[in-house]
């Protein structure tokens, strides 16, 4: 996690650098800092977001800066990056150094004075210390020889305030350099500089870049060359405002009905039919993935393993020779996944990734990716991406099982969801002070239940657990009470029955129901407190209909609580770090 971005060229630097800040922000929002250079360096850090470097100016035509994410060391000021050293020096970090402790000592028995608690500051003394003592006084030879004593995670960048260049390294965590025309960017993500260039060079693993107004020259640790190749990226900066929605979030769930139409007009590459199938992912990807397991084998009559990555990457899992590992998820970088992706790689599984951000670490790994097309995701919460999911999943299910995925009128049925808005922000009112949610749901909709918990959770900061209904029995229940209402998934489906016992259970001990439920259904009006019909569709449609229900009652609780919904406490967009 973490955000960084550099220029150098003919521009003042500052401007730019706060815009890209903007955009990376998603990133991590503990702290921001900036640091230019004109011959002097000059420093801005704070704790909290961007918007507050608005009105300032630093002077220079070149910079780096900084959104953080705490890791190592709390969020202070003096933890903010960039870090500086002898007035001459400045570095931003994103990832984590496992080895700095000791690296610190070391340092500490040298002299060097620290000023934060941080790992990234590390990284900074290491280079110094190199160029310091290096015979030529050459940052790029300085940090080569840094990253031979690193373990662990990072995209860092550099710069010498006497030195038009930027010098930055990544292994691990993204980094990709902006060409532009007598003027560099390097940054996390393509984002932070698109509207001054499309065209894009991917660092990789265990590379080191120099950035200077004119050129880019890419070097292995040992310092070998390496050949440059520039690709370029789509995207436009409409996409990364809010067009009118108080937030992201509502945007992007108003989105809907276009990002799965356009996800559904993928066209999935030819997959041979495995033995079994190993699905690794995190967060709202992995309850994706749960679905895709239940579907899968409903339809492609395929075994299917579905495993949560970090726990996955850490096991020993068994892998036979015609597994296919599928990664899903929205930003191709969470470390975990990659982690994940990269086991599996080494025991020669195949593997595919359903993921949203074209070129992304995770997309240029594995052997096959299909891309979903729910375009840039901006807030926090994942949602648009999570619909774009299923419907590839689908897809890929039905193809599996040598069928084709209709999904006939699924834009307008997600349209007809969005109506019932108000309907759902009314409830929402009515619920705003609960501070305890269940959510409960069988079959296919049981991983909706863990999806729409997470979701209220993230964004709200309302407790919320969820459990297949019929689980309830086996401790939960214990927690029924007047102040804890369930939300119930329950449209009609081979379950029905079961699940409308399993609410009785719950309104004989005086807990209140929130029912989403098929439209029309009268006995399951008569016996929740608050019932949402969804409309009338197809079985295998509604768990889709059901997510974006869920995605509109946590947004309006959060936005009723007056929550910071795009940027959550604690959170952050892409989770680059273990
Ligand atoms: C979802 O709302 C979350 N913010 C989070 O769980 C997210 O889905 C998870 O971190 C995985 O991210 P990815 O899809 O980018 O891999």
New binding site residues.
Partial sequence: MCGIIGYVGQRDAYPLLLTGLERVEYRGYDSVGICTTDGTLHLLKEVGRVEQFKNKRLPGKQGIAHSRWATHGGVSQKNAHPFIAHDAFALVHNGIIENYLELKEELIEKGVVFSSDTDSEVILHLVVGHYQHGPDKNLLAAVQQAVKQLQGAYAFAVLNKDAEEIVAARDGCPLLVGIGERENFIASDATAFIEHTQKVVYVDDFEIVRVTKDALELFDHDGAKKNVSIVEVRGNIEVAQKQGHPHFMLKEIMEQPQTIAETMKVELPRIGRPKRILIV?????SYAGLLGKYILEKFAKIPVVHETASEFRYQEPLFYPDDLVIA???????AD?LAAIRLAKKHGMKTLGIINVRESTIAREVDQVIYTRAGPEIG???TK?FTAQLIVLYKLAFQLGGKKFEGKGIATLIEETLKLEDRIKEIAQKYVHNNHFLYIGRNLFYPLALEGA??LK?ISYIHAEAYPAGELKHGPIALISEDMPTIAICPRHETYEKMFSNIQEIKARQGKIIALASTGDERMREISDDIIYLPKADGLLTPLLVAVALQLFAYHLAALRGCDIDKPRN?A???TVE
């Avoid at 899903?328 to 969470?334: L, P």
């Fill in positions: 992912a995190c967060g709202t990807a899903i998820t929205q930003s191709g970088e969470t996944t926090v919460a994942s991406a997470l979701k993230e959170l967009k892409s989770v």
